[in-house]
């Protein structure tokens, strides 16, 4: 049966994250043993003292509609975060707090973009940036990348796919999925082409900053030439495990922070007030609070990668954030495993899943067609036993 729904929603993918994640539930409903290495969620607790500033802000009855934009004290304490981490300087002014760092980002787009736009994405990219774009009725341009050139692209590349129709740049670094850091010279470099084109913005998530081992976060708005275009996305769902607390937020020039907080009031409002007063105690923490866990994920990425490094046809680089590892998998591309013939990266993905009982998701939702995306924020013997049984399927 045919239903009227818009073009708009036909147009939009599913999130091959989300979908990957629901068939690994089916599987485990149904009685198989399933071990997640899809979903980008860390399997930590919230920090205690997160927890009791939101039993606290209950005691205090935090009940009411919240501002639109976020409560004073939490954009404030957003404001110091910003320049203690990032030597960045917003006013309260220039902050909204909303559901989630996804509504940050779609809050943005909405209100910069027009049908036709043009929106660059450097690949791998997280799934929801072309979605998002999509909704909005502008055309995703993808600049690619391979684990050779360790998932960045350079500036002659950036040069070469800008066009008058381009609107928007989205840079995410740590980056979802493949874990790469750019430095504050590259960075650097692709600001110096982008200031020869005033009219791009850019959009920089950094939720994963704080989840860095081997450098230090830099911000594209702390290069003084983009600070006035570029539009700042946090939050803490990954830092503080606190991903179904739906707490993101942004910093942004002033006009286009009011345009997010205007169209955010006709589609949900202020975020939840239970979180954002916890949010605060969060952010005002030092960021040692949360050492262990950046440390337990550090020993991670060294231990899942030695075992993928064991593992054959499986080609990778060393990420240097966030929780996951981007594996070149095309060896097995033409190959028949288990019966089952492999022509791509879902086909990968679906054998591992069915086969070795092991999640992951296809690279081709990321714009890396030639990958999988394997999360490592499981624990250790998870981590073990999943390449255990991946590396005696391929043997196999």
């Not at 599913?14 to 899809?38: C, F, N, P, W, Y």
């Amino acid at each position: 049966m045919s239903y009227p729904l818009s073009n708009r929603i036909k147009n939009m993918p599913v999130s091959q994250t989300l979908a990957m994640a629901a068939k690994a539930r089916e599987l485990k409903e149904a009685g198989k043993d399933i071990i997640s290495l899809s979903l980008g969620e860390p399997d930590f607790h919230v920090p205690d003292f997160v927890k009791k500033a939101a039993i606290q802000a209950i005691e205090d009855n935090y009940n009411s509609y919240s501002p639109i934009n976020g409560y004073l004290d939490l954009r404030q304490a957003i404001c110091k975060k910003f320049k203690r981490d990032n030597g960045l300087i917003y006013k309260p002014e220039q902050i909204v707090v909303s559901t989630g760092a996804k509504q940050a980002l779609a809050n943005a787009v909405l209100i910069l973009l027009n049908p036709g736009d043009e929106v660059l994405l450097p690949a791998p990219y997280w799934v929801s940036y072309s979605a998002i774009v999509t909704l909005a009725e502008a055309k995703c341009i993808e600049i690619p990348t391979t684990v050779e050139t360790d998932f960045k692209i350079t500036p002659e590349q950036l040069e070469a796919a800008i066009t008058p129709k381009t609107k928007l740049i989205f840079f995410n670094s740590p980056n979802n999925p493949s874990g790469m850091v750019y430095s504050e010279e590259e960075f650097k470099a692709l600001a110096k082409v982008l200031e020869k084109y005033p009219d791009i913005f850019i959009i920089s998530d950094e939720i994963y900053e704080h989840l860095n081992f081997d450098t230090r976060s830099f911000s594209f708005a702390a290069i003084e030439s983009m600070y006035n275009r570029t539009i700042t996305i946090n939050g803490v769902s990954k830092a503080f495990a606190m991903t179904g607390w739906r707490m993101g937020y942004m910093g942004a020039p002033e006009w286009i922070a009011k345009a997010c907080a205007k169209i955010q009031g006709q589609i949900t409002s202020g975020a939840n007030c239970i979180s954002q007063r916890a949010t605060i105690a969060a952010l005002e923490a030092p960021v040692s609070s949360i050492q262990y866990m950046i440390d337990e994920f550090k020993e991670r990425r060294t231990l899942i990668l030695d075992l993928l490094g064991k593992i054959k046809g499986f080609k990778t680089t060393k990420p240097q954030g966030a929780f996951y590892v981007l594996p070149n998998i095309s060896y097995y591309f033409g190959k028949t495993i288990k019966g089952q013939k492999i022509n791509n990266a879902y086909d990968f993905s679906l054998l591992l899943l069915e086969k070795a009982n092991v999640a992951t998701v296809t690279g081709v939702a990321f714009g890396a067609p030639n990958c999988i995306r394997i999360s490592y924020s499981a624990s250790q013997d998870n981590i073990r036993e999943a390449m255990r049984r991946i590396s005696e399927l391929l043997n196999s």
